[in-house]
């Protein structure tokens, strides 16, 4: 029964999402990643790391699924995990073959990703638990932002919910299980880079166990991880073509004062959070600083890592009853001077549907 209220949740969000949804399947009605993930997902099959070395235009030359697939950044490699783009396979393939229609399969996947994000939020949810920090953090920024990442059709949701389900399995003291589950979250994208303390975390929890068991798990995380560091390789000087429109990004330091204030903000969060016994959280905050610090490029679903350091605190026993506060305040601030939209990253894409800019 506990998984009743997320059952009703997906069904209703899903059926939401058919309703209001664009010709692409998102709801913004411009948003088209999901589209090359389809296409790219047919080309690594079928050509291995061609997607890493070519721009998208030549590695899914003879192998879009339908003619919507065509010009989508024709000039860029696929930045992403082989498991992230293998996701997209099995509907891809589908729309290729002409077993289901492209209006279907690109609808089908958008809902996909929206019904990943309320389970991820479901999970959120429940790490929480009474915590009025955490319950109005959820409300006001996680629940809205995850939302409106998997209702626009990005796969991100995917390595969020694998993310926040080591975190549970941590607090139920199963640490093998959350490595495993953080190598997922490794294979499906870069930005679970965030969750690499927890990943340092439940190796040490792991280890105390007992050292045999701990390496039975040990082993698939970092074949998981690997997976994700051979795509890293294979990228390796293809991605010039993306600009680097984040304002925080690491090439702005010295040309303009955003990348500065991020770091002042996080150093200050660090330190608070270490002083009141938060450091796995601390080292999360520094994780999601680096990630949004190396992201080139800029959209409100890139903010997705800068919210997850107020969900480690939530697990992290000893720390200070203030500690949620602090990295809270810290997410808040971090999304707002990263991110520079007249609302904060978590209701931009609501607020420009409503106001009919997009779609």
């Not at 003619?67 to 729309?95: D, K, M, N, S």
């Not at 560091?229 to 330091?253: E, K, M, Q, R």
């Not at 800029?298 to 203030?322: N, Q």
């Not at 601030?333 to 409503?354: C, E, I, K, R, S």
């Given at each position: 029964?506990?998984?009743?209220?997320?059952?009703?949740?997906?069904?209703?969000?899903?059926?939401?999402?058919?309703?209001?949804?664009?010709?692409?399947?998102?709801?913004?009605?411009?948003?088209?990643?999901?589209?090359?993930?389809?296409?790219?997902?047919?080309?690594?099959?079928?050509?291995?790391?061609?997607?890493?070395?070519?721009?998208?235009?030549?590695?899914?030359?003879?192998?879009?699924?339908?003619?919507?697939?065509?010009?989508?950044?024709?000039?860029?490699?696929?930045?992403?995990?082989?498991?992230?783009?293998?996701?997209?396979w099995?509907?891809?393939?589908?729309?290729?073959?002409?077993?289901?229609?492209?209006?279907?399969?690109?609808h089908?996947?958008?809902?996909?990703?929206?019904?990943?994000?309320?389970?991820?939020?479901?999970?959120?949810?429940?790490?929480?638990?009474?915590?009025?920090?955490?319950?109005?953090?959820?409300?006001?920024?996680?629940?809205?932002?995850?939302?409106?990442?998997g209702?626009?059709?990005?796969?991100?949701?995917?390595?969020?919910?694998?993310?926040?389900?080591?975190?549970?399995?941590?607090?139920?003291?199963?640490?093998?299980?959350?490595?495993?589950?953080?190598?997922?979250?490794?294979?499906?994208?870069?930005?679970a880079?965030?969750?690499?303390?927890?990943?340092?975390?439940?190796?040490?929890?792991?280890?105390?166990?007992?050292?045999?068991?701990?390496?039975?798990?040990?082993?698939?995380?970092?074949?998981?991880?690997?997976s994700?560091?051979?795509?890293?390789?294979?990228?390796?000087g293809?991605?010039?073509?993306?600009?680097?429109?984040?304002?925080?990004?690491?090439?702005?330091?010295?040309?303009?004062?955003?990348?500065?204030?991020?770091?002042?903000?996080?150093?200050?969060?660090?330190?608070?959070?270490?002083?009141?016994?938060?450091?796995?959280?601390?080292?999360?905050?520094?994780?999601?600083?680096?990630?949004?610090?190396?992201?080139?490029?800029y959209?409100?679903?890139?903010?997705?890592?800068?919210?997850?350091?107020?969900?480690?605190?939530?697990?992290?026993?000893?720390?200070?009853?203030?500690?949620?506060?602090?990295?809270?305040?810290?997410?808040?601030?971090?999304?707002?001077?990263?991110?520079?939209?007249?609302?904060?990253?978590?209701?931009?894409?609501?607020?420009?549907?409503v106001?009919?800019?997009?779609?």
């Amino acid at each position: 029964m506990r998984f009743l209220p997320l059952l009703l949740v997906v069904v209703v969000g899903g059926g939401v999402q058919a309703l209001v949804s664009g010709p692409n399947g998102d709801v913004g009605g411009i948003y088209t990643d999901h589209l090359r993930h389809l296409a790219e997902s047919q080309a690594l099959v079928a050509r291995g790391s061609a997607i890493y070395r070519q721009p998208y235009v030549e590695a899914t030359e003879g192998l879009l699924p339908c003619p919507a697939h065509a010009g989508l950044f024709p000039e860029r490699t696929a930045p992403y995990p082989p498991l992230g783009v293998l996701l997209h396979w099995p509907l891809g393939t589908l729309e290729r073959l002409h077993l289901l229609s492209p209006t279907l399969s690109h609808h089908l996947t958008a809902t996909a990703w929206l019904v990943c994000g309320l389970c991820a939020i479901w999970l959120a949810w429940r790490l929480a638990g009474g915590s009025a920090a955490g319950r109005l953090g959820l409300v006001l920024l996680v629940a809205p932002l995850t939302i409106g990442v998997g209702a626009n059709g990005f796969y991100d949701t995917a390595f969020l919910f694998a993310g926040l389900g080591a975190l549970a399995l941590l607090a139920a003291n199963r640490p093998e299980w959350a490595m495993l589950a953080l190598g997922v979250a490794a294979a499906l994208h870069f930005r679970a880079l965030v969750f690499a303390p927890i990943g340092l975390w439940a190796l040490v929890e792991s280890l105390r166990r007992g050292p045999r068991r701990a390496l039975a798990f040990l082993v698939p995380s970092i074949v998981l991880v690997l997976s994700a560091a051979w795509a890293a390789w294979a990228l390796v000087g293809t991605l010039d073509t993306i600009p680097a429109d984040n304002p925080v990004h690491a090439s702005h330091l010295g040309h303009g004062r955003a990348p500065i204030r991020f770091l002042l903000v996080a150093a200050v969060g660090v330190v608070w959070l270490v002083a009141w016994r938060a450091r796995w959280t601390a080292l999360t905050v520094v994780a999601a600083v680096l990630v949004a610090m190396s992201d080139r490029s800029y959209g409100f679903w890139h903010a997705l890592p800068l919210v997850v350091p107020p969900l480690v605190v939530a697990v992290e026993t000893g720390a200070d009853r203030r500690a949620p506060w602090v990295a809270w305040g810290w997410s808040i601030a971090a999304v707002l001077g990263a991110f520079l939209y007249p609302f904060t990253a978590a209701w931009q894409w609501l607020a420009d549907v409503v106001a009919g800019r997009i779609g």
